[in-house]
């Protein structure tokens, strides 16, 4: 089932819908806005990159029980078919009951570029399973998964990582933590059933994942996989795995600098990679502040810095992730933070910006600042980048509807596909 979408004027704002007790599954209509167009100056070559947003809506639920999470999203390319892409995405169903319960995934697919969505549907492959953890039965289940299109071998790759909660879905500590992946089937329009990266030294590793991580693929087919860890006696860390796939196993090579922090935190995570200009970065959630670092090899980074604007402030992001869009004409971080008369959102999540990186300082450019999804109460730091032409990229993020009464500001649960529409070919784009 197909669902067709209507369009609303920018100036008209979005008003609180009667979803609070039925989800997508009913009959909800989708919504296009139209925003305004902005300019970026391209510091390299002195040359104007322009770009269109257009904010999408594929699905909504928010029940009072339940929600969506983590919704991000690969492509099958127009190579592999007649027409545009297809853009798979996937995301979790989150209990509001307690804190990141995630007991299943949906996905759902366009084939118009955001014109119609299907139906979210439950992915069984993606599901839960139950797994003995030191003589105990536990639910094991996939969150934080990013799909991404793996050129070399032809298929759409999934990455996350698992969580292990308790018997009673609950998330203790501490607890093993796999990189979790799976691959998509465009035929069939299923995943195969997921499966554990397997590392080296059990108990370095022994929570280790790739949730919620921006991976680099090389011409050769490698994979650059960004990974947080937590070593025994020590707090969270953050590393990048050069890993071969075959189109079916991911399999570790080795990985690069262990990259800690000591500053009374719970340490690093969440780090995300892109190369640009024959640079590699690493941005990097860490409780206090957001974290930045480069490499010429991918591998072995500088020591980290804390993520400024030019003009000397702190960017004001904190316990949250943070992601890269990259254009051949310009690197750009899409980011949540203070200061925006937002200090009644949950760690300041929302509103989604993004702006450019000035990739000499390391620093924002404050002036590019733009809001790409708007604030309505909930959260919106769990979100993802998709590549999906040379001529857009898209941002996909949810409402995460915590804490309760964050809907009094109008959120309903809203999934959101934020599309970048450039004003000429990103170059780097490659299928």
């Given at each position: 089932?197909?669902?067709?979408?209507?369009?609303?004027?920018?100036?008209?704002?979005?008003?609180?819908?009667?979803?609070?007790?039925?989800?997508?599954?009913?009959?909800?209509?989708?919504?296009?806005?139209?925003?305004?167009?902005?300019?970026?100056?391209?510091r390299?070559?002195?040359?104007k990159?322009?770009?269109?947003?257009?904010?999408?809506?594929?699905?909504?639920?928010?029940?009072?029980?339940?929600?969506?999470?983590?919704?991000?999203?690969?492509?099958?390319?127009?190579?592999?078919?007649?027409?545009?892409?297809?853009?798979?995405?996937?995301?979790?169903?989150?209990?509001l009951?307690?804190?990141?319960?995630?007991?299943?995934?949906?996905?759902?697919?366009?084939?118009?570029?955001?014109?119609?969505?299907?139906?979210?549907?439950?992915?069984?492959?993606?599901?839960?399973?139950?797994?003995?953890?030191?003589?105990?039965?536990?639910?094991?289940?996939?969150?934080?998964?990013?799909p991404r299109?793996?050129?070399?071998?032809?298929?759409?790759?999934?990455?996350?990582?698992?969580?292990?909660?308790?018997?009673?879905?609950?998330?203790?500590?501490?607890?093993?933590?796999?990189?979790?992946?799976?691959?998509?089937?465009?035929?069939?329009?299923?995943?195969?059933?997921?499966?554990?990266l397997?590392?080296?030294?059990?108990?370095?590793?022994?929570?280790?994942g790739?949730?919620?991580?921006?991976?680099?693929?090389?011409?050769?087919?490698?994979?650059?996989?960004?990974?947080?860890?937590?070593?025994?006696?020590s707090?969270s860390?953050?590393t990048?795995l050069?890993?071969?796939?075959?189109?079916?196993?991911?399999?570790?090579?080795?990985?690069?600098?262990?990259?800690?922090?000591?500053?009374?935190?719970?340490?690093?995570?969440?780090?995300?990679?892109?190369?640009?200009?024959?640079?590699?970065?690493?941005?990097?959630?860490?409780?206090?502040m957001?974290?930045?670092?480069?490499?010429?090899?991918?591998?072995?980074?500088?020591?980290?810095k804390?993520?400024?604007?030019?003009?000397?402030a702190?960017?004001?992001?904190?316990?949250?992730?943070?992601?890269?869009?990259?254009?051949?004409?310009?690197?750009?971080?899409?980011?949540?933070?203070?200061?925006?008369?937002?200090?009644?959102?949950?760690?300041?999540?929302?509103?989604?910006?993004?702006?450019?990186?000035?990739?000499?300082?390391?620093?924002?450019?404050?002036?590019?600042?733009?809001?790409?999804?708007?604030?309505?109460?909930?959260?919106?730091?769990?979100?993802?980048?998709t590549?999906?032409?040379?001529?857009?990229?898209?941002?996909?993020?949810?409402?995460?509807?915590?804490?309760?009464?964050?809907?009094?500001?109008?959120?309903?649960?809203?999934?959101?596909?934020?599309?970048?529409?450039w004003?000429r070919?990103n170059?780097?784009?490659?299928?």
């Amino acid at each position: 089932m197909m669902l067709r979408i209507g369009f609303l004027s920018f100036s008209i704002m979005i008003t609180r819908r009667d979803f609070v007790n039925r989800t997508l599954a009913g009959s909800v209509s989708l919504v296009t806005i139209p925003l305004l167009e902005f300019f970026q100056e391209d510091r390299k070559q002195d040359r104007k990159l322009s770009f269109r947003k257009d904010l999408n809506i594929p699905a909504r639920l928010y029940d009072g029980k339940t929600c969506w999470c983590h919704p991000r999203a690969g492509i099958i390319p127009a190579q592999m078919k007649k027409g545009p892409p297809v853009v798979v995405m996937t995301m979790n169903i989150l209990d509001l009951a307690g804190s990141d319960v995630f007991r299943a995934m949906y996905g759902l697919h366009t084939e118009d570029l955001g014109g119609s969505w299907s139906v979210p549907g439950e992915l069984s492959a993606l599901a839960p399973r139950m797994e003995l953890i030191e003589g105990i039965e536990r639910p094991v289940a996939v969150s934080d998964f990013w799909p991404r299109w793996h050129s070399k071998t032809g298929s759409l790759l999934g990455t996350g990582h698992t969580v292990a909660y308790s018997p009673q879905w609950k998330v203790v500590s501490p607890r093993p933590r796999h990189t979790s992946y799976s691959v998509y089937d465009h035929d069939t329009k299923s995943w195969s059933l997921w499966k554990k990266l397997e590392m080296p030294d059990k108990m370095k590793f022994y929570n280790c994942g790739a949730g919620c991580t921006q991976r680099y693929d090389l011409p050769d087919g490698t994979i650059l996989l960004p990974v947080s860890f937590t070593p025994p006696g020590s707090n969270s860390k953050v590393t990048v795995l050069r890993c071969s796939f075959d189109g079916t196993d991911l399999r570790y090579i080795q990985h690069g600098t262990e990259t800690g922090i000591e500053d009374g935190t719970r340490g690093l995570g969440e780090p995300s990679i892109t190369k640009f200009d024959g640079t590699y970065f690493l941005t990097i959630r860490n409780d206090k502040m957001g974290f930045v670092s480069k490499s010429t090899n991918g591998l072995d980074y500088e020591p980290v810095k804390p993520w400024m604007f030019d003009d000397g402030a702190g960017l004001g992001n904190y316990n949250t992730q943070q992601h890269w869009v990259t254009h051949s004409d310009g690197l750009f971080l899409v980011y949540t933070r203070r200061g925006a008369g937002n200090d009644h959102v949950f760690r300041h999540r929302a509103p989604l910006f993004m702006a450019q990186v000035d990739t000499r300082t390391l620093r924002i450019i404050r002036s590019t600042e733009v809001i790409l999804v708007p604030e309505r109460g909930a959260r919106l730091g769990n979100f993802g980048v998709t590549d999906v032409s040379r001529d857009e990229t898209w941002v996909t993020v949810s409402e995460w509807m915590q804490p309760e009464g964050c809907d009094k500001y109008g959120s309903d649960g809203s999934v959101y596909a934020a599309r970048i529409k450039w004003d000429r070919p990103n170059r780097l784009f490659s299928t």
